[in-house]
T-cell receptor
Framework: GAVVSQHPSRVICKSGTSVKIECRSL??????MFWYRQFPKQSLMLMAT?????????EQGVEKDKFLINHASLTLSTLTVTSAHPEDSSFYIC??????????FGQGTRLTVV | GQNIDQPTEMTATEGAIVQINCTYQ??????LFWYQQHAGEAPTFLSY??LDGLEEKGRFSSFLSRSKGYSYLLLKELQMKDSASYLC??????????WGAGTKLIIKP
């Protein structure tokens, strides 16, 4: 299957700082990338959908100024958590899709804000 | 509206068979997916059904009935490593994935 690489896998940051998470499709060009967050024992919650070269579409309740998404190329999307707070601590997962095929997931990023 | 439902938790014995059910409601449907997710890791793809019937892949099989809005994942010859959460998700008319909350499967020796 296709490979999606997400980096970093774990990050600890201080409250008030910003953290950038990268999501790369290694062997295919992803027309659409999705960003999810997942709290313990809960399902994936879609945060936003991004298409290459256009602004991301955010789900209701997700602050676009806090969670900045950039999809600069067909193989790279980034999520920046700005002015992070402890309540932003979560598991963030990206997935990439080509056309209407299945979604391929990155390894996920465990963010802890202290 | 759209919704998807699966049991929260199931327990089974090593070497046995377990069936995890998933029911859904949607006006537009473009297939149903099953993913496995171990604690602390991202989901990994197991199966995709878009037509009615059973798809077999090794120890795992997935079934779909579109008229009933019903799918199941069948795991045979259970191994301890199969302990994980199993997520079902359907793809709607906009090709967005709608996720269930996941079924935590506990395997006992």
């Amino acid at each position: 299957g296709a490979v999606v690489s997400q980096h970093p896998s774990r990050v600890i940051c201080k409250s008030g700082t910003s953290v950038k998470i990268e999501c790369r499709s290694l062997d295919f060009q992803a027309t659409t990338m999705f960003w999810y967050r997942q709290f313990p024992k809960q399902s994936l919650m879609l945060m936003a959908t991004s298409n290459e070269g256009s602004k991301a579409t955010y789900e209701q309740g997700v602050e676009k100024d806090k969670f900045l998404i950039n999809h600069a190329s067909l193989t790279l999307s980034t999520l920046t958590v700005t002015s992070a707070h402890p309540e932003d601590s979560s598991f963030y997962i990206c997935s990439a899709r080509v056309g209407d095929t299945e979604a391929f997931f990155g390894q996920g990023t465990r963010l802890t804000v202290v | 509206g759209q919704n998807i439902d699966q049991p929260t938790e199931m327990t089974a014995t090593e070497g046995a068979i377990v069936q995890i059910n998933c029911t859904y409601q949607t006006s537009g449907f473009n297939g149903l997916f099953w993913y496995q997710q171990h604690a602390g890791e991202a989901p990994t793809f197991l199966s995709y059904n878009v037509l009615d019937g059973l798809e077999e892949k090794g120890r795992f099989s997935s079934f779909l009935s579109r008229s009933k809005g019903y799918s199941y994942l069948l795991l045979k010859e259970l191994q301890m490593k199969d302990s994980a959460s199993y997520l079902c998700a359907f793809m709607d008319s906009n090709y967005q994935l709608i996720w269930g909350a996941g079924t935590k499967l506990i395997i006992k020796p």
